[in-house]
């Protein structure tokens, strides 16, 4: 069974950086997507970013495009998003989890579909 953990979040100023790590353990497949969503207090979940591994393909939601990237280094089975320009909306608690091409591919489409087990989150907080 595939599980994840993540790391790396804390507090920033708006306009500052933070990355944070997933690490993936108990797969040896192919064809797996990684990705990141949120959720902050008294919201719904929010789609992120994800990365498919083969090919290497990212999905952003529209919220985070041009700010956050995904990238991974498999030798590592680690995922990374480094969050540039983080603003206020941004502070969540942000879970990693794993999927398939259609939980990628929901990701683009601002969803939160079809993720197999979450990590216990990070949280980031972006004070103003």
């Known amino acids: 069974q595939v599980q994840v953990v993540e790391s790396g979040g804390g507090s920033v100023q708006a306009g500052g950086s933070l990355r944070v790590s997933c690490v993936a353990s108990?797969?040896?497949?192919?064809?797996?997507?990684m990705g990141w969503f949120r959720q902050a207090p008294g919201k719904e979940r929010e789609a992120v970013a994800a990365?498919?591994?083969?090919?290497?393909?990212?999905f952003y939601a529209d919220p985070v495009k041009g700010r956050f990237t995904v990238s991974e280094d498999s030798s590592k089975n680690t995922v990374y998003l480094q969050m540039n320009s983080l603003r206020p909306e941004d502070t969540a608690m942000y879970y990693c989890?794993?999927?398939?091409?259609?939980?990628?591919?929901?990701?683009?489409?601002?969803?939160?579909?079809?993720?197999?087990?979450r990590g216990q989150g990070t949280q980031v907080t972006v004070s103003s």
């Open positions: 108990g797969y040896t497949y192919s064809g797996r997507c």
């Open positions: 989890a794993w999927g398939d091409w259609t939980s990628c591919a929901a990701v683009a489409a601002n969803r939160v579909s079809n993720w197999g087990n």
């Open positions: 990365i498919y591994d083969s090919p290497e393909t990212t």
